[in-house]
């Protein structure tokens, strides 16, 4: 049974940093491209960041571009988003996800992704 599991939200005032983290198992980590993504209230949920099956590549939305990093540790099963000068609007529920095994890029369309976490909330505050 796969099981993906994010950590790391909280209350934050803007400006500041906060670090993600996201634990699978039950699956072959390494093979699988890792994303994150968020939800606002009363709006879609949207891509922020990817990662590759081995780390080299990487992806990103363009409101997080510069501010975030997404990496991974395969060793420990685990994808990180480090998270910089936040603002009021990154303010969501961040969800981790796990990429159906075909895809060995990076990757940022919502129906890529086969396994969900429960999700984490951060909260910017102005």
């Known amino acids: 049974q796969v099981q993906v599991v994010e950590s790391g939200g909280g209350l934050v005032q803007a400006g500041g940093s906060l670090r993600l983290s996201c634990a699978a198992s039950g699956l072959a980590f390494s093979r699988y491209a890792m994303g994150w993504f968020r939800q606002a209230t009363e709006k879609e949920r949207e891509f922020v960041a990817t990662?590759?099956?081995?780390?080299?590549?990487?992806n990103y939305a363009d409101s997080v571009k510069g501010r975030f990093t997404i990496s991974r540790d395969n060793a420990k099963n685990t994808v990180f988003l480090q998270m910089g000068s936040l603002k009021p609007e990154d303010t969501a529920v961040y969800y981790c996800a796990a990429a159906k095994e075909t895809y060995l890029y990076p990757v940022s369309s919502k129906t890529a992704y086969a396994y969900w976490g429960q999700g984490t909330q951060v909260t910017v505050s102005s």
């Open positions: 990662i590759s099956p081995s780390g080299i590549s990487t």
